[in-house]
């Protein structure tokens, strides 16, 4: 039975109804029929070929939830009627250190979920099952979708870097990533500030579990903010004031980057020397840290604050999300 | 009884001979006759005011080695005859968080040996004994001399970073910094490489440990060690290309500065976050870190390479260091 998607046929081109017959159902190969999908800022970056790697027709969408229909004759952990989510990743060499070691994040044979491979913007997927997570029963589908790839790039930092609940966080922008940072940090039981160049976004900011906010425009409300924070978590693409930032780190503070800037990210060498600061990155999260987060999820009320377009309507909540008017995580429903 | 000198009046000029009155011996203190003082690359700042604290006369001098004569009534540690070493700092508040924790190097009220203070290029000083430290019989007083600051700065990152034995180390620069790195490398048990300019000191850099030479301006070289270190040392003061050394890390890889570079450290935001890398910083090293550091060196035979000067020629030892041909760590004879 083929399954029906929207892809995009060329670069920077709006999406199009395509149907594919997927590949035979390989032994560890399970058929999910997905129910709802996020929209990552990487959707965007993909369709529009900003990376040089995508390949066309490109079905994007790497948040999938859905039920499990089928699954190979080598799958033990899952089984049909399961609900199930999948991210960015989709498998991995299974063999190297990084994959011996539970970072399979870090496996350089790692395969994408949209890449070389039809993604979650359609009915069904059919993919590697050792990568697709089921969901807890306290997480909504709707809610749930966004963590797959924007909770698990801003949960692991937390545990990357040793965050602990006696720490003071930071979390830069308030955006698809940054309402998800707030929500961990707030659970993990740290003091946590919002840092934002949008002062209207303080009461939302609150709500999603911070404590105090700060406008990073306010010169004052920065100098008097100096040397507080012992981890930020930066999750704004664009580019900010690396210096500033790294002055409202205390000593042994950490400035982790989770936003791909577009521009190299400069750094005064004094202070981070004399601070022994760090300046670190993290990207999307193993599975066993996935699997992690979406119990702690579960266990603390996280949950992406979301909109939904029907499937279909998929060119309308890119348009959305490019306009940066998403509030604050898009999700297509099936 | 007056302590003679060698002092800098005024900022950019050469030291004169210079003798003051110590201050009376407080119950912590210690007084210490100067055998033998090491000059650090931080000694030419100082004396130049780069760095805007200077104050004058200014006798430089952070690398001490010399016999104790007389102990404050609060001194239990230290006795008179016991050989000591002082390095870059002379106090610090003893109640903070990082006082606490065996972290004085980050105590916001640190006071330096030169700061405030006469220094090292003297016949004696006198100081707190809290930062004086025994030095081992197997140690002899010029070769570890230059290890209170140049060695403690280039040993902590080994212990503040985690580097395993079983990791493969780059240390960049072979100068008065770089061959303790490779030596501390080496006696850490790593795979140690040599990264240089300068292809000519291959020979000396494996005489200090290293099993390779890295020639950083040879493409090819680069090329083909990119993704092979766990732990990059960067000891150079002159601007570096960041993103060519990021790109030489393995993922979960660490580039540790601590040479500060007086322009800022541009790093590329992508190979940051796709391979988890740190670009961290490491000043100077704790109360225990430098204990810990003389009994090693003691035991794996780690020593400066050393030239000596007497003390009435340290002018011209500093022309030396200054022309950059000081191999590879100058030391004042009293």
Redesign the interface.
């Known amino acids: 039975m083929p399954i029906h998607a929207m892809a995009a046929h060329a670069a920077k081109k709006p999406l199009e109804k395509f149907q594919y017959e997927p590949a035979p159902l390989g032994p560890h190969d399970v058929e999910i029929e997905i129910t709802h999908c996020g929209i990552c800022h990487s959707d965007l970056h993909l369709i529009d070929n900003d990376w040089g790697m995508s390949t066309y027709p490109l079905v994007p969408g790497h948040e999938i939830i859905g039920i499990v229909k089928a699954v190979g004759p080598e799958v033990a952990h899952l089984r049909k009627g399961m609900r199930v989510g999948v991210g960015w990743q989709r498998n991995s060499c299974q063999q190297c250190e990084?994959c011996q070691t539970g970072?399979e994040n870090?496996c350089a044979k790692m395969g994408a979920t949209c890449l070389g491979n039809y993604g979650g913007f359609a009915t069904a997927i059919r993919t590697d099952s050792r990568f697709a997570f089921p969901i807890p029963d306290a997480l909504s589908s709707e809610n749930a979708a966004p963590l797959l790839c924007g909770g698990a790039t801003t949960y692991s930092p937390f545990r990357?870097y040793e965050v602990r609940p006696s720490m003071k966080v930071g979390v830069i922008g308030i955006g698809g990533l940054g309402h998800l940072g707030l929500q961990w940090a707030r659970a993990w039981g740290c003091e946590v500030t919002a840092l934002s160049t949008t002062p209207e976004k303080e009461r939302e900011a609150k709500g999603f579990g911070a404590h105090h906010f700060l406008n990073t425009r306010d010169a004052g409300m920065m100098k008097k903010a100096a040397g507080t924070f012992d981890f930020l978590l930066n999750t704004v693409f664009a580019p900010q004031d690396w210096?500033a930032l790294l002055e409202l780190l205390r000593?042994?503070g950490k400035l982790c980057?989770?936003g791909?800037?577009?521009?190299?990210?400069?750094?005064?060498?004094?202070p981070?020397?004399?601070?022994?600061?760090?300046?670190?990155?993290?990207?999307i999260g193993s599975r066993h840290m996935i699997a992690e987060m979406l119990a702690f999820a579960a266990r603390h009320g996280v949950k992406a604050q979301t909109e939904t377009f029907p499937l279909d309507k998929a060119n309308d909540a890119l348009a959305r999300l490019k306009a940066n008017r998403a509030r604050y995580r898009l999700v297509l429903t099936v």
Chains 1, 2 share one sequence.
């Open positions: 990084f970072q870090l990357l210096g000593p042994n980057v989770v791909v800037p577009s521009e190299p990210i400069t750094i005064p060498g004094f981070l020397l004399l601070g022994q600061k760090s300046v670190v990155g993290s990207v």
